[in-house]
């Protein structure tokens, strides 16, 4: 650890430029100094409650509300007006010369709408364009005050508000949510001493290393400039041509292509940091610090097939999964869990923790969990919460402080500059959604949509006029931890930055068998849309460096032989500190288990036994999975025995990828109905091949047989009851299991 100059007091030599006798000096009040009794960040909240954020609320409401409700709008029951508050008598008909004669230039009313709505959009995120958006808490699991002053961590049970927001890169604003793509996962905390952004991925490691290869990486993943395709996708020439020219994007390639990147839920990924950080405690004394969100629901994803069918049935699917849970009072949640170590840890590893291609292994650094995240409300208005919120890397709040992260260096640049296009202007820090809680008081004044009304005839510091205010809060602010730097100015990376491959290997080999082979099909997917051979070639060379058995799959996948490794730029790479870390699978976070907010499909048809039907949804909603009736049309089934029931999904309006779990009826006019829509078939085969659930009651069995479905027992997915049978149990277990993947084989069975 480091001590910073804590006791240095702020504006040290401005004093003596006012010559000794202090002869020129202002008046008393000029620099204030900070009066020695300044809130510090516990000191401004009471119990666990910030004096900012108002008293403690009840469940699913949110802190951030109160400060928005100046904002709100609600028309419910008002009359219609113009943006200057002119009644409007007439909505439907723009004022004419006679009812056939000319529209009118004096009609300000049909101008302002049409002016209005000419400017409603506004730039897109140059990346993170696509993103979903949500309000929510963070509560402190006990304080932090020893590591850090970060006013979030300062006291056991200390409610901050936030909000989040997840997003997917390379595609539009208006792009599919289950494109292969990492997740963006940024959580904006309203801190009392000021906002800080965590604007990290559901990926740990980055592309590359430093901020000046960004752009190029960005150009080289979105559409192709000549004819702008692909949409939302990694699967095209320009990507692995820059791919295979970066040697140190091999370990994020690993995450990108594993399923990773096609989380089955936001609610289901993992959020990180993914830099190195530092923490500052309030003596001056620093750690280096990694953040990581674990989910609560464990951790869980998408196959591939199945990403890409559900991109054509609802290309909202995770705005969707995260809407519906908060509407439905399932509030995700996630462990905010930190990893620290000293500057003399970093420096005896074999990578540079300044190299955001690299990660610190929990097998090195355990998790220290400090705190839970809840996402409980939804926004009221999309454009003005999600689309406008501003993150930005360099929001960071006393506490919290950056290190020499060469990726990171730009990132302080880049967000507050991209802002000032996307949001037109240097004010969209007023912007509801981006204000902080706590207050703001500064000289800046002006410019594009300014909100704040400065009162006062002081705009600058030193002054006499407004007593030195505001005045400078010294030690109380925000102080850069004074990392001692005495080095050339040079262009290059330091020498550990130039192994990339002993962490790849590290993921690779940590990866369950259906992980891998997963990786290996992704890898053989995108480069067989790749049309010029030498970059598939020159891939493959830089996979032989990662693992052979991977390379060798991609190549029998690709139809091509192994070529000779691709050149490493270390002769003596240093020996990685572990050769497995079970922590960067999948499935070592399955989460609490059970099948809350799982989707289940049960098919019905004119006929059916309504009993057993109703008593299975009574039994799944109770665990609370989300059981569905599903028929050729929606609306009441004719049952039977009499029982109500209700078909409230079409085999068309949500097709079965939709769904987490199939449930076949027992009854055999039932089960030849069902035969003979295709629809069933198609339901069936996916279920299977993706790795989901599927039960079937009775009769049939014989649809399980027609779609080719193997129902020797041996597979815990596959559950055959029969007639009459009405034990859930099996089912509800192989359901909390999400997938069985021990069926899966490639080319699928099924
Ligand atoms: Fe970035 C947006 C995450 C590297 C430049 N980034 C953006 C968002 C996330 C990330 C989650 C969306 C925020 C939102 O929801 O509004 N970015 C990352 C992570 C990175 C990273 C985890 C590496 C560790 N980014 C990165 C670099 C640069 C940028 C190296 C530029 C030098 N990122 C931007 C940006 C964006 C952005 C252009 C686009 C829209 C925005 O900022 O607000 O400034």
């Not at 979030?152 to 289950?178: C, L, N, Y």
């Not at 280096?288 to 464990?298: A, E, M």
């Not at 003399?344 to 074999?350: G, K, L, P, T, V």
């Not at 989460?591 to 098919?603: C, V």
């Amino acid at each position: 650890t480091q001590t910073t100059s804590a006791g240095i007091p702020h504006n040290a030599n401005k004093k003596a430029e006012h010559g000794l006798a202090n002869a020129k000096a202002p008046p008393e009040g000029q620099h204030v100094e900070p009066p020695s009794d300044l809130p510090t960040a516990s000191s401004l909240s009471e119990g666990n409650v910030s004096p900012k954020t108002g008293p403690a609320v009840a469940a699913g409401v949110n802190r951030t509300v109160e400060p928005l409700d100046r904002v709100r709008v609600n028309s419910d029951g008002e009359r219609l007006t113009t943006n200057q508050g002119v009644p409007v008598a007439d909505n439907q008909n723009s004022l004419k010369a006679g009812l056939r004669g000319p529209a009118l230039l004096k009609d300000f009313i049909l101008r302002e709408k049409i002016t209005h709505f000419d400017h409603e959009r506004i730039p897109e995120r140059i990346v993170h364009a696509r993103g979903s958006g949500a309000h929510g808490y963070f509560e402190a699991y006990e304080s932090l005050a020893d590591i850090t002053r970060a006013a979030p961590f300062q006291e056991k049970g200390k409610i901050t508000p936030v909000f989040v927001r997840f997003s997917t890169v390379a595609g539009e604003r208006g792009s599919k949510d289950t494109a292969r793509d990492v997740r963006g996962f940024a959580v904006k905390f309203y801190t009392d001493e000021g906002n800080w952004d965590l604007v990290g991925n559901n990926i740990p490691v980055f592309f590359i290393q430093d901020a000046m290869k960004f752009p190029d990486l960005i150009h080289s993943v979105k559409p192709e400039p000549h004819h702008a395709m692909p949409q939302a996708a990694s699967a095209h020439d320009t990507f692995w041509d820059f791919a295979s020219l970066m040697p140190e994007i091999a370990h994020m390639l690993m995450w990108v292509m594993s399923d990773r990147a096609i989380p089955r839920s936001y609610r289901t990924m993992q959020g990180f940091g993914v830099h190195t950080f530092r923490f500052v405690n309030a003596a001056g004394e620093s750690c280096f610090v990694k953040f990581h969100w674990n989910p609560k629901l464990g951790t869980h994803s998408l196959v591939w097939d199945e990403a890409v069918k559900i991109a054509g049935a609802d290309p909202d699917y995770n705005r969707r999964d995260l809407w519906e849970a908060i509407e439905a009072g399932e509030y995700p949640e996630w462990e905010l869990c930190v990893q620290t170590f000293t500057e003399a840890d970093a420096d005896r590893w074999s990578f540079d923790v300044l190299d955001a291609t690299k990660l610190v292994p929990e097998e090195l650094v355990p998790l220290r969990p400090v705190g839970r995240m809840v996402l409980n409300r939804n926004p009221d208005n999309f454009f003005a919460e999600t689309e406008q919120v501003a993150f930005c890397a360099a929001h960071v709040v006393p506490g919290i402080d950056f290190t020499n992260d060469p990726l990171l260096a730009g990132r302080i640049h880049s967000y507050v500059d991209t802002q000032i296009s996307r949001l037109g202007g240097p004010n969209f820090h007023e912007i509801p959604i981006n204000a902080p809680v706590a207050p703001v008081h500064n000289n800046q004044r002006d410019g594009m949509h300014r909100q704040a009304i400065n009162r006062g005839r002081v705009a600058y510091e030193p002054n006499s006029l407004g007593g030195g205010c505001p005045f400078q809060a010294g030690k109380a602010g925000f102080v850069s931890f004074p990392e001692p730097v005495q080095q050339d100015e040079v262009r290059g990376k330091p020498e550990k930055f130039a192994e990339h491959y002993n962490q790849a290997t590290l993921f690779y080999d940590s990866q369950t068998p259906a992980e891998q082979n997963h990786i290996i099909a992704a890898f053989r997917f995108e480069l067989s849309k790749v049309t010029v051979p030498a970059i598939r070639e020159r891939m493959l060379s830089m996979l032989r460096n990662v693992s052979e058995a991977l390379a060798q799959g991609v190549a029998e996948g690709l139809g091509m032989r192994l070529p000779e490794p691709m050149p490493r730029a270390l002769d003596n790479p240093p020996q990685p500190e572990v050769a497995t870390s079970p922590a960067l699978s999948l499935m070592f976070r399955p989460g609490e288990g059970g099948i809350r907010t799982r989707k289940i499909a049960i098919l019905v048809a004119n006929g059916i036994a309504g009993a057993p039907i109703a008593d299975l949804q009574a039994t799944l909603l109770a665990q609370g999975a989300i059981p569905r009736l599903m028929a050729a049309r929606i609306g009441p089934v004719e049952t039977s025995d009499g029982t109500p029931l209700e078909a409230d999904v079409s085999t068309e309006n949500e097709p079965g990828v939709l769904f987490d779990a199939l449930v076949l009826p027992d009854g055999d006019a039932v089960v030849q109905a069902l035969a003979a829509d295709g629809h069933t078939d198609e339901h069936i085969r996916d279920q299977y091949r993706h790795g989901k659930t599927l039960l079937a009651l009775g009769a049939s069995v014989r649809l399980l047989e027609q779609a080719g479905v193997p129902k020797d027992g041996s597979d815990p997915g596959v559950i055959v009851l029969e007639a009459g049978v009405s034990d859930w149990s099996r089912f509800i277990e192989a359901v909390g299991k999400h997938r069985h993947f021990e069926r899966e084989t490639d080319p699928p069975l099924v």
